[in-house]
């Protein structure tokens, strides 16, 4: 089955520095690939996406990038802010058998710390 | 429109018990994943439910099931508990076949089991 892999586990930023948390995968044929993030006490909320028929992605301070010959992905966080603080989770579509692409596979988490 | 809403928010249990997690989706939406969240750890795929059918599961044992209804709600049931199924139970909704491929979560449903 599909393995995400997403690194580093912890990441601890400066305010106003950038951040960068990166995953790769192992299913070629995936095509989505969404980040979510999840503060503390709350629901993982879709933050930003990329299909895989696009390179790059930006809304305002965030920004995903997608090689897909490498595959892997990155998520790119400019002039962080003490509310960008959460854990990050990426995550890559994943080919079920019979039944299309339905299955998201999650990677494991960064914990981003911003320090005022 | 309302999101996905997840009941009870906290449920304890004690081990070898039954628990049942319940799930509505945001209206329109047919699918609905269960995920499994232990502390400190990330989502493990537990369920998949479309139209009422269990379309694929993750690599969890039996006691883990569940069910879709006619108004793609879904009920999660854990039998013969025991304390390592103690975790944040998680629920999503996508409307499948729809251009918008996210999923939109619930809140949750905190399972401790004593």
């Known amino acids: 089955g599909e393995n995400v892999e997403q690194h580093p586990s912890t990441l601890s930023v400066q305010e106003g520095d950038s951040a960068v948390i990166k995953c790769t995968y192992s299913d070629s044929a995936s095509n989505y690939f969404p980040w979510y993030k999840q503060e503390l006490g709350k629901r993982p909320q879709l933050i930003i996406d990329i299909r895989s028929n696009v390179g790059e992605k930006k809304d305002q301070r965030i920004a995903v990038t997608l090689n897909k010959t490498a595959k892997h992905f990155s998520l790119h966080i400019t002039e962080t802010q003490p509310e960008d603080s959460a854990v990050y989770f990426c995550a890559a579509r994943t080919r079920t058998t019979n039944f299309g692409n339905e299955k998201l596979t999650f990677g494991t988490g960064t914990r981003l710390t911003i320090i005022p | 429109e309302a999101g996905v809403t997840q009941s009870p928010t906290h449920l304890i249990k004690t081990r070898g018990q039954q628990a049942t997690l319940r799930c509505s989706p945001i209206?329109?939406?047919?699918?609905v994943y269960w995920y499994q969240q232990a502390l400190g750890l990330g989502l493990q795929f537990l369920l998949w439910y479309d139209e009422g059918e269990e379309r694929n599961r993750g690599n969890f044992p039996p006691r883990f099931s569940g069910r879709q209804f006619p108004n793609y709600s879904s009920e999660l049931n854990v039998n013969a508990l025991e304390l390592e199924d103690s975790a944040l139970y998680l629920c999503?909704?996508?409307?499948?076949?729809?251009?918008?491929?996210?999923?939109?979560f619930g809140s949750g449903t905190r399972l401790t089991v004593v």
């Open positions: 209206s329109g939406h047919t699918s």
């Open positions: 999503a909704s996508r409307e499948r076949g729809g251009i918008n491929y996210g999923y939109t």
